[in-house]
């Protein structure tokens, strides 16, 4: 079964705007962490937060996250046209088993 | 480091064919793990390694589906008989769990494309 769940499901914005993008998961984690795969490609890590760590910043990216609601955001600033792609966020269990689910993902469209 | 070695790229079979997907995860990562994609479904985690041992297979969808990984550098993946609800991109990932972070990042190949006619 699906641990996190994105939203929105798409998004399409011009280029310099922000773009933010939301995961909700279900169980406790050990940290979450954020992918993003182009068209026709594997998935590319962006990103992780641990389970303490409230936000993470890398780049033009800010990620937050809320465990009382179970929540991740995602904030990419300034967007290009080369950030075009769907994002997932994937949650590793606080029983650290090593193992990750992602969510359904959101497909991003920066326009020129 | 070539990453993730994922062959074949593209496959196309017909139904009841027995298909073996294939995958060199990256030199001394210790988990592997196999994904499907479809639109349908999302990104369904199939089944995990960790140092050659399958820990997780909840997510192989039936007894058609198996997977084996003899060594650390060779893992397949193999569906017999294939029916057309198999088509999907299977992904593999590989990931090495540093002891001082705990943490599992996962570096994925490029996928193979499967349909099954």
């Known amino acids: 079964s699906q641990q996190g769940e994105e939203d929105p499901q798409a998004l399409s914005i011009q280029e310099g705007e922000n773009a933010t993008m939301n995961c909700s998961y279900k169980t406790s984690i050990n940290n979450l962490q954020w992918y993003r795969q182009n068209s026709g490609r594997g998935l590319v890590h962006l990103i992780l937060i641990r389970s303490n760590e409230r936000e993470k910043h890398s780049g033009r990216l800010r990620v937050t996250l809320d465990t009382s609601k179970k929540s991740s955001s995602l904030l990419i600033t300034a967007s290009r046209a080369a950030d075009t792609a769907s994002y997932f966020c994937a949650t590793a269990g606080s029983g650290n088993t090593g193992k990750l689910i992602f969510g359904q993902g959101t497909t991003l469209q920066v326009k020129p | 480091d070539a990453g993730v070695i994922q062959s074949p790229r593209h496959e196309v079979t017909e139904m009841g064919q027995e298909v073996t997907l294939r995958c060199k995860p990256i030199s001394g990562h210790d988990y592997l793990f196999w994904y499907r994609q479809t639109m349908m479904r999302g990104l369904e985690l199939l089944i995990y390694f960790n140092n050659n041992v399958p820990i997780d297979d909840s997510g192989m969808p039936e007894d058609r589906f198996s997977a084996k990984m003899p060594n650390a550098s060779f893992s397949t993946l193999k569906i017999q008989p294939s029916e057309p609800r198999d088509s999907a991109v299977y992904f593999c990932?590989?990931?090495?769990?540093?002891?001082?972070?705990?943490?599992?990042?996962?570096?994925f190949g490029a996928g193979s494309r499967l349909t099954v006619l």
């Open positions: 990932a590989s990931s090495l769990v540093k002891s001082t972070s705990g943490a599992n990042v996962l570096t």
